[in-house]
């Protein structure tokens, strides 16, 4: 008790070395820096700005009425097409995902430079937009759906592998050693050690991966690649603001549609 | 459960399900290929295509460089603005649609801007702040901004519901107002996730901050769409490998970001960090 009768000591207690507050602190100020600067540099028209509200509501009146009637025309078939584009570009970019992260996966192939190869193959597929993939196809393919279901497939291979990657990694090793232990080939071991205990996984990621190219398949259209994107541009080329807002609630719909579809399996079926 | 049961034949017996999904999906694939015009021939008409069109993107021009540079500076600037206006919107707006803090007439129209934020493409939500807001970099910044309130909303709404009541609680009984409930309850629980998908989401502006020039709102993806459209291929190759550079930087720094404020790193950490790794691998790699 004698030491609490004395004058308290002065200790200040810190939860961040002071190496661990400056580093915190710089990237705060980098931050800062970073926003400062692009405000200064950006080029803003502040008459442009002021003007938005009234160019708001222009874009409405001339989008009302919505041209319903477009829709049986020529709307409902760009957007089956969207939604093929989507389906069969996520099956492409699952076939192509698997052998991938199959070979991405340290645990599955014990190799550092064949895991490192396929990792890049992951990370490029990743770092190309799919409008840029689009790009590129229609550069060799020429304008269609062909092109936008090889732009979705190509970008779906880096975020499928990557996941399914390391799912495997994650993958319990008993089976599997039970599996060697047997004389079982590498196949058996794929099919029935690692498959059954990634098939959640798999499936699970397959439906987030839909859902995510059902919204960019819409926007494909914009470089040439087939879907509603093409309608929607010819309409926006065009001025036909009614046939834009109609195309933009078709969009929307499906958009709400697919997530409620994933949704629905994903609580039955997983 | 006197009499065993007769054993089966196929004691494992596979339900009849994956194969009829099997045959469902060959079939669709097939309709579905036929719908869209999508056959052998033309794959292999545009694999001819392919050698050419690789043969006139390489070399990457980089001779125009200065209008490079400037797309990417915008690029850059549309991404940092966007995520900054973006997030500092979608704290107070996921904070509102957090169920187990507001009652429900708050709650749910703060969840409704959020699904309609998310819901649209942002090269879509760009088309239209083109209209509003003209040509250039304003368009791009405002359409990445609803894009980051939809996103980073409905992480963070999800994160203030899964966090533990009994900091709140406890804040609560001591009388509290609002304000330190919040700050002293709920935000220390929710911020390491909120650094986790800020970055995040720094990084996806800055992948769509290349693309949403494609419709006229700022940044390098009008370039790279021009010189696209005029078959200046080599010079669309050099745009393709700065666009992968910066999204690359942009992705390493987004993880020194996460390192220092989720792991309490400091930046010596991170570069005694990289230099471990790269020793491990040559170690492995030997």
Not at chain 1, 27 to 37: G, P, Q, S
Not at chain 1, 137 to 154: E, H, K, M, S, Y
Not at chain 1, 167 to 194: I, K, M
Not at chain 2, 167 to 177: D, K, N, W
Request: glycine share 8%.
């Amino acid at each position: 008790m004698a030491r609490s009768m004395r004058a308290p000591e002065l200790r200040v207690w810190r939860r961040f070395t002071r190496a661990q507050r400056l580093s915190r602190f710089a990237v705060y100020l980098a931050l800062v820096a970073a926003i400062v600067a692009a405000l200064r540099a950006v080029e803003v028209i502040p008459e442009f700005l002021a003007d938005a509200p009234e160019q708001v509501v222009d874009l409405l009146t001339r989008m009302w009425p919505i041209d319903f009637a477009h829709y049986p025309a020529a709307i409902h078939a760009a957007l089956m097409e969207t939604i093929h584009i989507a389906t069969l570009g996520t099956l492409l970019g699952l076939v192509l995902a698997l052998p991938v992260g199959v070979l991405a996966a340290h645990s599955l192939v014990p190799s550092l430079p064949i895991n490192l190869a396929a990792k890049l193959i992951l990370v490029s597929s990743r770092s190309v937009n799919s409008l840029v993939w689009a790009l590129l196809f229609v550069g060799i393919f020429g304008p269609g759906a062909l092109a936008g279901t090889l732009a979705i497939g190509f970008r779906s291979i880096g975020f499928v592998g990557k996941l399914f990657g390391e799912a495997l990694d994650e993958a319990q090793r008993g089976p599997v050693e039970a599996l060697t232990a047997a004389g079982a080939p590498w196949t058996s071991r794929l099919a029935f050690g690692y498959w059954p205990q990634v098939r959640p996984a798999f499936w699970s990621i397959a439906l987030f991966r839909w859902d995510i190219n059902v919204r960019e398949s819409a926007v494909l259209g914009l470089v040439g690649a087939g879907g509603i994107g093409m309608v929607l541009d010819s309409a926006l080329n065009l001025f036909q603001w009614p046939r834009v807002a109609m195309v933009l609630v078709a969009i929307f719909a499906v958009v709400v549609a697919a997530e409620a579809v994933v949704t629905q399996v994903r609580k039955r079926v997983l | 459960m006197n009499t065993a049961p007769a054993l089966s034949a196929h004691p494992f017996r596979r339900s009849a399900w994956p194969r009829i999904a099997a045959v469902a999906l060959v079939v669709y694939i097939v309709y579905a290929c036929a719908q869209l015009e999508v056959s052998w021939e033309r794959v292999h008409a545009g694999l001819g295509n392919a050698a050419h069109f690789f043969a006139r993107l390489f070399p990457p021009n980089f001779a125009r460089s200065d209008l490079l540079i400037k797309g990417l500076t915008e690029s850059l600037e549309i991404a940092i603005l966007a995520s900054t206006l973006g997030i500092a919107l979608a704290l107070p707006i996921g904070l509102a649609a957090a169920r187990n803090l507001m009652p429900p007439w708050f709650s749910w129209p703060a969840r409704l801007v959020i699904v309609a934020a998310r819901s649209l493409h942002p090269v879509i939500v760009a088309i239209i702040f083109v209209k509003a807001v003209g040509f250039g970099a304003l368009a791009g910044i405002l359409a990445l901004t609803v894009a980051s309130i939809g996103f980073i909303g409905k992480l963070f709404t999800e994160a203030i519901e899964e966090i533990s009541d009994k900091q709140v609680e406890a804040i609560r009984a001591a009388g509290a107002p609002f304000a330190s409930v919040l700050a002293f309850g709920v935000l220390p629980q929710v911020f390491s996730r909120f650094i986790g998908f800020a970055t995040y989401q720094l990084d996806s502006n800055l992948r769509n901050s290349t693309m949403v020039g494609i419709v006229g709102a700022g940044g390098i993806g009008g370039t790279l769409f021009a010189a696209f459209q005029r078959f200046d291929y080599d010079y669309v190759c050099a745009i393709l490998i700065s666009i992968i550079a910066l999204i690359m930087v942009g992705e390493l720094l987004a993880t020194a970001i996460r390192a220092i404020f989720i792991e309490n790193a400091t930046f010596g950490d991170l570069f005694r960090r990289g230099a471990a790794t790269r020793r491990a691998r040559h170690v492995e790699a030997d």
